[in-house]
């Protein structure tokens, strides 16, 4: 039996961005010889991979501050750096923000129990699956489970913003179908500062929310890739991996940059 295709909150984002990009991205394979390696993705993967392991009850390696920065050292991606300072910087940088995240986490009271780390969840929906990788789980001592997702790039967070955000809302809807009996939040924490906003969307809802993903991931998958020309997004196009491919259609023109 064919297996069905998949999709995730960040496909799901891009498509919205740009459906050219996510063409490049995800449908054409010569895609991925135009991709650049990003600082603030490596900067966000090594630090997620120190916070993981000090939050993985099964690994004891990661306990303390020293242990955190050592390990911070040890995972560190030095991919997508213009320069050695600027990569020296961000690892400054990042140690500082592993070192607060594991004293904040040791002055905290134990709330909650963290039940899985960076686990990838998926659900049937229609007819493809979705997947939704999440950094954390805790669990309440009411039962309660909370998805809890790191943002390395940012000092604050709202209510509303998670309340918003399409990934946190796609874990919400993954995570309900295996805690049927439970209460999901969800939350972001901003890693730089330990802001922290949580947010729930259930019931109607997230009923609605699951038809609308449904629609968006049929229209993805039914989508007819040869006919889609490229759109100019003065924000999105100048910094894109692509736009040396879009640049060749008749008639898509970059904005000269100031
Ligand atoms: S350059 Fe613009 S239109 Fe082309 S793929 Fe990138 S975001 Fe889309």
Known sequence: MARRPTLSPTK???????????????????GKWYLRSKSY?????????VLQRFHDSRDAGVTTTDEAIAALEESWIEAGYSSQDEMMQALA????????????????????QTI?????YRRELGPFVLLGR????????????????YKSGRDTVTEEEVRNDLAMTCYQLILAEHFPD??????????????KATAQVKGVELDDFRGEIEL???????????????????????R??????????PGFELPVLQ
Request: hydrophobic share 35%; with cysteine.
């Open 134 to 149: 999440v950094d954390r789980v805790d669990e309440h001592e009411d039962g309660t489970i909370e998805i809890i997702d």
């Open 41 to 49: 993705y490596s900067f966000g993967t090594s630090l997620h991979a």
């Open 182 to 195: 439970r209460e999901i939040l969800a939350s972001i924490i901003a890693v730089k500062s330990g802001d």
């Open 116 to 120: 899985v780390v960076e686990k990838l």
């Open 240 to 249: 894109c991996d692509f736009k040396s491919l879009c640049v060749q259609h």
């Open 216 to 238: 968006l991931g049929r229209e993805i998958l039914d989508r007819d890739w040869e006919g889609v020309e490229p759109v100019l997004k003065e924000r999105l196009c100048p």
């Open 12 to 30: 799901i984002t891009t498509y919205l961005a740009c459906p050219v990009k996510y063409y490049w991205t995800y449908i054409n394979p010569k």
């Open 93 to 112: 940088e990042g140690k500082q923000i592993v070192e607060a995240h594991v004293e904040r986490a040791m002055r905290e009271p134990i709330s909650a």
